[in-house]
């Protein structure tokens, strides 16, 4: 017989296993790539320069960060001058961001959803509304997250979203190449966790999760279908990180995916504004 698909809500609480797990042992060990905890106390800047860049100047705006994990990146923005809202899905996670928080003598609130079922009290709340790193191949509903974001921005707020490259996502391994995963049309994937991408080493116990390719193409017409207007598109062949750690590093610190005597991206970034704007 033919593989039964996980229903939507199957994937959602199968993922959130995972980020329970996950949001347990990130940070919590010398050896985490991502995320130090005491050094972001001391005052590590954790937001890489492309996402800075495109939110621009974010001292007192109101900031909603969808599927925020424990907070950090979240605080950070707060240290910047934000006023910040965090929304996942996990409640480890939350539990962990709000004892981050008072940690870190940072005012924050943090909101338990589904970043595909959005709470209406966040309607028209936010001057920004930021996603970054491994956030769209996670949602099987592309166009309910495009709403939802556009929903909790104010006139002339602007999304910032900036994700994995759908090109990088179907890549297993670099030498030799191989692409195992589809690159778009949003079919589920099923997938064995056995550990995780902020430390590689790490073993942990296999775990089932669900995962959703979205193209590009199909990332900006369900922005442009929740009626945000496209600002900015950039894909970006040279990186700051690997967020899979299988890229190589070049020489200047970059990461790089050689593909013949070219590279391929590994990240996009998009900046899209709700209706209202006078902004350029």
Not at 65 to 70: I, P, S, Y
Not at 86 to 105: I, K, N, Y
Not at 172 to 179: C, E, K, S
Not at 210 to 237: C, F, M, N, R, W
Request: charge should be negative.
């Amino acid at each position: 017989m033919p593989e039964t698909q996980p229903s939507d809500e199957d994937g959602l609480a199968l993922n959130r296993a995972l980020w329970d797990v996950r949001a347990r042992i990130h940070g919590s060990t010398a050896t985490d790539r991502f995320y130090d905890v005491e050094s972001f106390l001391n005052g590590r800047q954790t937001l890489y320069t492309l996402e800075r860049e495109l939110a621009g100047d974010v001292a007192g705006k109101d900031l909603l960060h969808l599927q925020c994990h424990f907070g950090m990146d979240t605080l950070n923005w707060a240290r910047m001058g934000a006023r910040v809202t965090g929304v996942d899905f996990s409640p480890v996670a939350l539990e962990r961001a709000r004892l981050l928080a008072a940690q870190a003598g940072l005012a924050a609130a943090f909101v338990e959803a589904d970043t595909q079922r959005l709470p209406s009290n966040l309607a028209n709340g936010f001057d920004l509304v930021v996603a970054t790193y491994g956030v769209l191949c996670w949602i099987a509903d592309v166009d309910a997250w495009m709403r939802g974001a556009a929903m909790a921005l104010k006139p002339g707020g602007s999304l910032v979203l900036v994700d994995m490259h759908p090109a990088f996502q179907t890549v297993a391994a670099v030498d030799p190449l191989v692409a195992d995963w589809p690159y778009g049309g949003g079919a589920s994937q099923r997938e064995m966790a056995t550990g995780t991408y902020a430390e590689p080493g790490l073993t942990m116990p296999a775990q089932e999760t669900i995962q959703y390719p979205h193209s590009l193409g199909e990332i900006v017409t369900a922005a442009a279908d929740a009626g945000l207007t496209i600002k900015h598109l950039g894909e970006h062949i040279a990186t700051d990180l690997d967020p899979r750690s299988i890229l190589p590093q070049g020489e200047d610190g970059l990461y790089r995916l050689p593909f013949g005597d070219s590279h391929l991206p590994i990240l996009y970034s998009l900046r899209a504004v709700a209706p209202g704007s006078h902004l350029p």
